[in-house]
């Protein structure tokens, strides 16, 4: 068998996505890969497919204990024999694996990181033919990653103490070169052949909205979007609590997911969501990783992430079939403080102090660039792939920020005001200060830190005395992010930037891009909604899902396990009479065609008969 009738036996698919065949190439000719590919891209083929042409057996590193279930449910029902090792097994389970392991009746072993270190599992490995080590949501092994997980640093241990050394993949769909360096030096790659992606998804329509009242503008958002389902994402518990309870109050189908809800209603309201039962998710960042709804349309932030990372894996949840899908962003200032909160109150115990000091310090900086983003008047697509290291057009015609009026400002004189009078409080107190208080001198406020720190001597106070607060702060936050000024992460204090020094000299003109606010803000994403038509996929394609969901009921499995949405599209597109037919379905490999054919065939035509 070769790789294209692996795709189309196993799999369904008719051709390889951008990267795929390469890697698989490689890999099948024994050098060792670094693929990187966005949310959605995917990375699990490029794996999967090469296990079905090796002799030996493929391990697959996963952080996920709950995507390893459904992953493994979805290879076994595709025909491809796999299974996994963690700690959710019973010792019982456990021992019959290792068993069946070592009759090499599998094909793919999933396995948490934590499992390479115990005994079992290396007396196992030891004897066994291992032909593939596949490193998914590799990152993971990096401290300068989002996710870092210290129980990947063991895995190029593991691979040394190997009989034979096994091709070693690694896949992820972090950008930054710092993260890819780590990941090919802690795992020892040899050699490998580098293959990174397009990142750009240009059915996603991107906006960032500054709401004076962020519940208003979510309802909006909802209310417009009646027909479509969706995610909205929260950073902490309590709020996702707060924003459900009060979409259902307004009459919105919404259900909720946290890691402190109990696994049996995670899953009954995942499955609400992902059967469409529910058609709004609202969730913390636990929910999604491994969800293969292709039908979301939106996907809003409550609040903003911690990092650009995490909202790009995030908002790519949204219209993974290829349909146009809307990723908008709520932010206001107070953003900031939670999201200061979360890093510092991050959980890290299995860390040591250095560790810990230097994830605190990339967090910082990732959380620096998702604050550039929300306030950024510049094309928002454009930013988000120079983050991750794409050249783009300056303006990509299909974000927020690309179809709204901006005005262009001279703020030279008043940059000069806020500059020196950040500099005239450090001479006075030998320190420098945050921004709420330099607001306060610069409007002239007799509050009580200012008097007691005898602010209300120097020069520079009150000068602003006609501009409000709130339009200091908001200022002082756009020449932050133009680089004018600096704030120093672990103390919040402000301090002249980079291009200070020039413009206090009168020698750079300083030029801002400030949003002509409209009567709404919400209205351009409204207005984006209206032009769109919402798909719709008809009576074939509802009848074909009701035969899923029984399918899916019957074997307890979520719905895609048995077909994707995109699948199921394209079934109705087709309209397949016989199973010759069905297997052209995208989607439908040779096992699943025998499987599930008649049933789905059988929908057909008692279809066809009603027309
Ligand atoms: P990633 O892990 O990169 O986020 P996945 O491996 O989960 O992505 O794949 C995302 C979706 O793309 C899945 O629904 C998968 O079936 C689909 N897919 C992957 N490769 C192909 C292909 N060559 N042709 C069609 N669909 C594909
Ligand atoms: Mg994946």
Known sequence: MDKFSVLKRFFGHTSFREGQAELIDAMVGGRDVLGVMPTGGGKSVCYQVPAMLFSGVTLVISPLISLMKDQVASLKRAGIPAAFINSSLTPRQLTLVFERAAQGQYRIIYVAPERLETEGFRRWAKQAEISLLAVDEAHCISQWGQDFRPGYLK?????????????????????????????????RLCDPLRVVTGFDRPNLFFDVIRPKNKVDALLQLLISRREQSGIVYCATRSSVEQICHLLCDHGISATRYHAGLEDEERRTNQEDFQFDRKRVMVATNAFGMGIDKSNVGFVIHYQMPKSLESYYQEAGRAGRDGE????????????????????ENRNSEDLNAEQQEQVRLADYERLRAMICYCRTESCLRGQLLSYFGQAHPQNCGNCGNCHRKVRRVDATKITQMILSCIMRIKEKIGYYVGKTLVAQVLHGSENKRVLALGLEQIPTYGILQEQPLRRIRFLMDLLETEGYLRVEPQHETLRPGQAAPAVLRGDRKVELLVRVRSKSENETALRQQQKRKVPEHGALYEALRAVRLEIAQKERVPAYVVFSNATLADMAKKVPRTLSE???????????????????????AAYDENR
């Open 155 to 187: 895995i190029a241990d593991f691979i040394d103490i190997l009989p034979k050394r096994p091709v070693v993949a690694a896949f992820t769909a972090t950008a930054t070169d710092l993260v890819r360096q780590d990941i090919e030096e802690r795992l």
């Open 324 to 343: 146009k899908a809307d990723c908008i962003l709520l932010y206001t200032s107070a953003d900031e403080k939670t999201a200061r909160f979360l890093i």
């Open 582 to 604: 069905f297997l052209e379905v995208s989607g439908v490999g040779e096992i699943k065609a025998a499987r599930y054919g008649a049933f789905f065939l059988a929908a057909i």
